[in-house]
């Protein structure tokens, strides 16, 4: 995970002064571990983790951490945060020595309201603490890379997980994923249904499977977890249940009695029996989307995916 660093200072004429760099943390449940600070050779240069750019302008082990900000919006919101509490008409640097963990948490915390009132329309009044805390406790347990799109995923989590229903109408977009350890062997699947505000997660497994079942599985769950007919997106990142429907291969297949046009026997018959069926019953595109490149409904579905998998393994 790379985030911003911003060191605030007070220039020669006592004005308020930021700048970014770019560390490296790992997240836990509980604590932060720095991994990687670059050096003093980045400085001035781009550099790049899953497709954001970010330029690297001091280096020290001072500041707050932000993130997936434009560093114009990130310079302004983080002196607006310290020019009520920190006085720098006596030149003096406001304290910013706090860990990178409370440092993080003090911005997640500002970015978690602002989102609940300007994205989320929610009242004042129906903001608790509770809420606030949890999204941003989620927010830390995410593996993900933290920007605008995953902290608006992860508060969507919280809201859905405090009670709010999927809504039996409306546009969904659904993430889907497989994971199998051994191939044939414990595999698991995953699925994120997303409809307005409101997410839904799903995930099983199955202690003895492969890879494209659990694919498939991720797919017809998601499916049949709908009400009504509804005008559904679907994204994997398995070419294989990708291309066999928006190809067609599936619809001939099952015509040849589920044999594949070689000859040869299709494999999950069984399973592309009923996701055709179930892609009659809504209006659905297939997407393609590549696995592990930094998206974070992707990398949220194959975490999903693997950790069932992990349930039902067992080691030689």
């Not at 200072?9 to 943390?25: K, L, Q």
């Not at 494209?212 to 709908?226: Q, S």
């Not at 599936?250 to 494999?267: L, M, S």
């Amino acid at each position: 995970m790379k985030l911003h660093v911003v060191t605030l200072s007070a220039n020669p004429e006592g004005e308020m002064v930021c700048e970014v760099f770019c560390e490296e943390v790992k997240s836990t449940k509980t604590q932060f571990r720095t991994i990687n600070l670059l050096s003093t050779s980045l400085l001035g240069k781009a550099v790049y983790y899953k497709d954001q750019q970010y330029r690297v302008l001091t280096n020290g082990t001072k500041g707050l951490i932000a993130f997936g900000l434009d560093q114009e919006k990130l310079m302004s919101d983080c002196s607006m945060m310290f020019r009520g509490s920190s006085s720098v008409s006596d030149k003096q640097q406001p304290e910013t020595n706090i860990s990178a963990e409370t440092a993080l948490r003090i911005y997640l915390r500002s970015k978690v309201l602002d989102m609940l009132k300007d994205t989320f329309q929610t009242a004042e009044n129906a903001i608790t603490e509770d809420m606030v805390n949890k999204c941003v406790e989620t927010a830390l347990e995410s593996n993900t890379l933290l920007n605008h799109e995953s902290l608006k995923y992860e508060i969507n989590r919280v809201l859905s997980a405090s009670g709010v229903g999927f809504p039996a109408d409306g546009d969904v977009t659904i993430y889907t994923d497989g994971a199998c350890l051994g191939n044939p062997g414990a595999g698991g699947w995953a699925a994120i249904l997303q409809c307005g505000n409101v997410v839904k997660e799903l995930s099983g497994n199955d202690p003895a499977t492969t890879n494209n079942r659990m694919e498939l599985l991720g797919v017809i769950n998601a499916l049949n977890y709908l009400s009504g007919r509804r005008r559904v997106t679907v994204y994997s990142d398995s070419k294989y249940v990708v291309d066999a429907i928006t190809k067609g291969w599936a619809k001939g297949w099952k015509y040849r009695g589920w044999y594949k046009a070689d000859g040869n026997k299709a494999k999950n018959a069984d399973l592309w029996e009923t996701l055709l069926a179930l892609t009659s019953q809504h209006e659905v595109t297939f997407c393609w989307v590549k696995g592990h490149a930094g998206n974070p409904l992707n990398e949220r579905c194959d975490l999903l995916a693997t950790d069932e998998a992990k349930k039902v393994f067992k080691p030689i």
